[in-house]
């Protein structure tokens, strides 16, 4: 049995809190913050909740795992999971209103097809199929096992080259390119393409291989969690407490202790020595050099609640796209700067827990941005909301109150041909990396993928 300090409460201290556990070791979590969870938080006001990190799930067979292997039961004995249908909503500045369903191929191409043009579902089929390429070439080397060493050249399979154009050098394939070539700039196709990239601060530069995201996403599905996604770290969390893990809340670590060049514990901010033989950060230690990458974005979530019922056939999630094909990476939140109309997402679950009757309706608004301290969120959240309205979406009337929160860090996922996170194994032994600003990355399926990676380096006690 090692002894054992996980620096951090939030989701993947969770998750290796609970493999780590049912391996037999002895846990001890610390955490700065009075709660665990970390992004998958939760705000209360006036009978409202409000999920303040991610609101839907992706990959749920990576908490299906966890569940089983640390207590030999299903997941949804453990939460509310429910599939979400239809997908999503996308209204584009031209007034096209596209409605797609839940993990359907087939279902997206004829969407497709029905909302721009015959052969869009094709040709967007037809990227996709490369999306699949690359999931196939990287799902084991950058979801499934430590990061692997070196440099991970892009498996997306490009188009050939005709006319002259094939003897010309061959350079690096971005999204953009994805977008000129095979999306024939289509506005619609690149914007609904580059969504799923601008959610983790990526523009047209991004490795052509990001297509993986967007395939991940409409083969595998979406999914919520009834309560809120917040239900899902208190599950977690009461597993931890099933298999012996100690929580200390309010408790800041200021460092890692090491002896002969090995961690040996960590020392808390008030002084305390903490003595373990194994020590998992997901707070990086600027003693290690370890930042977390990331696009220098952030993100800002608007929480309204709003007076009356949510409507018969509102669709739990819109996205509502920018003005200039999903290209807005490069607009930042400043005055001098603001985007004319950023891509939002508008989250709208159908859930009595979250609003106190059914005569009001709880909405989160999400977008992507520069944010910096000193920023008029306020005035940014009556921006969004103007810019909803122009869309078709205008809430205005009905909001009682709106709450704003702002993350200045939003974590990347590692991309073959693009960012590769540090690996879980810091070079200090006895000290691991996890969580977003590690191998594999962002988002809630890799953040729990890096506990079930760095448990399966340490192994049974």
Not at 135 to 162: I, S
Not at 196 to 201: E, K, L, S, V
């Amino acid at each position: 049995m090692a002894r054992i300090v996980i620096i951090g409460a939030g989701m993947a201290g969770l998750a290796a809190a609970a493999r780590l556990g049912t391996l037999g070791h002895r846990v001890t979590v610390c955490e700065a913050a009075p709660t665990y969870g970390g992004m998958v938080g939760r705000y209360e006001r006036g009978g409202f909740a409000f999920d303040t990190g991610p609101g839907v799930l992706n990959l749920p067979a990576v908490y299906r795992d966890l569940a089983l292997k640390s207590g030999r039961e299903p997941l949804e004995q453990l939460v509310d999971l429910v599939p979400v249908e239809p997908e999503s909503r996308h209204l584009f500045p031209d007034g096209t209103d596209l409605v797609l369903p839940n993990a359907s191929r087939g279902g997206v191409a004829k969407a497709l097809d029905t909302a721009f043009s015959t052969g869009s579902g094709d040709r967007w089929g037809e990227v996709m199929n490369r999306g699949r390429a690359v999931w196939e070439a990287t799902r084991r080397p950058l979801m499934e096992e430590p990061l692997p060493e070196g440099r991970l050249a892009d498996p997306y399979p490009r188009p050939p080259r005709r006319g002259p154009a094939k003897w010309l050098p061959r350079g690096s394939y971005t999204l953009g390119d994805v977008a000129r070539r095979e999306l024939g700039d289509h506005p619609g196709l690149t914007a609904l393409l580059t969504e799923y990239a601008t959610r983790f601060g990526l523009g047209p530069d991004a490795p052509a291989g990001a297509t993986v995201l967007a395939y991940m996403e409409q083969s595998f599905g979406v999914w919520y969690v009834r309560g809120g996604i917040r239900a899902l770290a208190d599950a977690v969390f009461r597993r931890c407490e099933q298999r012996g893990a100690e929580f200390r809340f309010d408790t800041r670590v200021a460092g890692v202790l090491t002896a002969g060049g090995r961690a040996c514990g960590v020392l808390t901010a008030d002084g305390e020595r903490i003595e373990a033989d194994l020590v998992l950060s997901s707070s990086p230690d600027p003693g290690l050099g370890w930042q977390k990458p990331g696009s220098g974005l952030g993100r800002v979530r608007v929480l309204l609640a709003l007076r009356g019922a949510r409507p018969e056939g509102t669709v739990h999630r819109t996205v509502v796209h920018a003005e200039n094909a999903g290209w807005e990476m490069e607009a930042l939140l400043h005055e001098d700067s603001v985007p004319e109309g950023p891509t939002v997402q508008v989250l709208r679950p159908d859930d009595p827990s979250l609003v106190p009757d059914a005569d009001h309706e709880a909405v989160t608004l999400t977008v992507t941005c520069g944010v910096r301290e000193g920023d008029d969120l306020d005035a940014y959240a009556g921006h969004l909301l103007d810019h909803l309205a122009k869309s078709g979406l205008d809430l205005r009337e009905r909001v009682l109150w709106r709450e704003v929160r702002s993350t200045p860090w939003v974590p990347v996922p590692s991309l073959a041909g693009g960012t590769l996170n540090p690996p879980n194994g810091t070079g200090v032994p006895g000290l691991y990396r996890i969580g977003g600003g590690a191998h594999p990355g962002g988002g809630l399926a890799r953040v729990g993928m890096s506990a079930s990676i760095t448990a399966g380096l340490i192994g049974p006690a």
